[in-house]
Each structure stands twice: as structure tokens, then as C-alpha cells.
């Protein structure tokens, strides 16, 4: 059987996003090669023809996540002009702190899977947060080093206040987090 032009990197595109949903969810000890193929619906052998092993997944699911990160803030800055930086700011701590891990940001739950990973994860995880940044601090008001200093401070803010309201059991902590962190967030980014 002949499949049109592009059915392997569709298929690969569609493995891969859940692969990521899978170790997102359940983190890169938590989930083996036969529990990523069910994730994505297709046979173990099926998974080994798109992905070399377990890490290899992994790598390309990290990238693909920081990715999918730079290409939303592209989009809200695109979307939004001067008034992307609120939408950003409300959509990572009101979305992306309630939703289900699967579907969480990359940057937040991925990022402490990297720290125990070896050094090619780690030269491939700064190269992708580094273009992050870049384009965060691109529609920062200010100078391009004050812009991208605030820009650190303002994804790490984000990520950590996501990180601590989904591990409280409170849900109006949970809130509370987001709200406080949402005012200094946005006075960060601001540089007020």
C-alpha cells in the first residue's frame, strides 16, 4: 500500500505530540516504551520506527515542547500586540496551571526530567530556552538587555508559581499563588 507524500511526518507529528503528552504526565521514569505507545496509539514496533529508543523519544518530545512554547509566545505577541504580555501572562497561570499535566507547558514539568538527564539533553534544552527567551524579550518594553534580564525572571516567575499552585491541595491557594504571582509578573516584564 502507497501513502500520499507526507503520511510519515504526519504519522511522526502525531506520535511524537503524544509522546510528549505522556511525559508530561507521567515524567520520564514513569513511563516506558509500551505505556508511550499506547499514549500515542500505535504498537511498540510502530513507536521504534519513528523513535531509536526511549531517550531518543524523550530528546525530540523536550524540543518539541520548548518548541510549541516559543511558537505560542510568537503567536500572542502576533495575535495580541502591546497587550500580549497580560493574555501570556493570565493564559500560563490560569490554563496552564489547571489543565491536565499532558497538556502543561514543557518548560514547567519537563524541565526537572532534564535535570537527570546527561549533558546532550541539557546543550539541547538550553538551545531551545535560550530561543525562548529571545523571543520573550523581543516584545519586552526597554533595552535588549534589560528586556532579556526581565524576561528570565518573568519565565521563571511563571514556571515556578505553575509548579507550586499545582502541587498545593488548597484550590484558593492555588489561586492565591496565580493571582500574586500574576501582579509580579506583569511589574517584572514591565520593568516597574
Known amino acids: 500500500m502507497r501513502y500520499k507524500t507526507g503520511h510519515r511526518e504526519l504519522a511522526k507529528s502525531r506520535i511524537l505530540a503524544?509522546?510528549?503528552?505522556?511525559?508530561?504526565?507521567?515524567?520520564?521514569?514513569?513511563?516506558?516504551?509500551?505505556?508511550?505507545a499506547k499514549e500515542a496509539e500505535v504498537t511498540s514496533g510502530a513507536f521504534y520506527g519513528h523513535f531509536g529508543s526511549k531517550a531518543d523519544a524523550f530528546?525530540?518530545?523536550?524540543v518539541d515542547g520548548m518548541t510549541s512554547l516559543r511558537e505560542g509566545i510568537e503567536g500572542f505577541q502576533t495575535e495580541h500586540g502591546n497587550a500580549w504580555l497580560e493574555r501570556f501572562v493570565d493564559?500560563?497561570?490560569?490554563?496552564?496551571?489547571?489543565?491536565?499535566?499532558g497538556d502543561a507547558?514543557?518548560?514547567?514539568?519537563?524541565?526537572?526530567?532534564?535535570?537527570?538527564?546527561?549533558?546532550?539533553?541539557?546543550?539541547?534544552?538550553?538551545?531551545?530556552?535560550?530561543?525562548v527567551i529571545e523571543t520573550v524579550a523581543h516584545g519586552l518594553p526597554g533595552s535588549k538587555i534589560s528586556a532579556v534580564d526581565r524576561a528570565w525572571t518573568l519565565m521563571?516567575?511563571?514556571?515556578?508559581?505553575?509548579?507550586?499552585?499545582r502541587a498545593v491541595d488548597s484550590v484558593a491557594l492555588s489561586e492565591k499563588i496565580a493571582h500574586s504571582s500574576r501582579t509580579a509578573a506583569l511589574a517584572i516584564a514591565r520593568g516597574d
Open 91 to 101: 493564559f500560563y497561570l490560569g490554563f496552564k496551571r489547571t489543565c491536565d499535566l
Open 18 to 36: 503524544a509522546v510528549g503528552k505522556g511525559f508530561r504526565r507521567h515524567g520520564y521514569g514513569g513511563i516506558g516504551i509500551d505505556g508511550l
Open 105 to 131: 507547558c514543557a518548560f514547567q514539568v519537563l524541565t526537572p526530567e532534564v535535570v537527570r538527564a546527561g549533558a546532550d539533553f541539557h546543550q539541547a534544552y538550553e538551545a531551545e530556552l535560550l530561543l
Open 156 to 165: 521563571l516567575l511563571l514556571s515556578g508559581s505553575v509548579t507550586t499552585a
Open 59 to 62: 530528546m525530540q518530545a523536550m
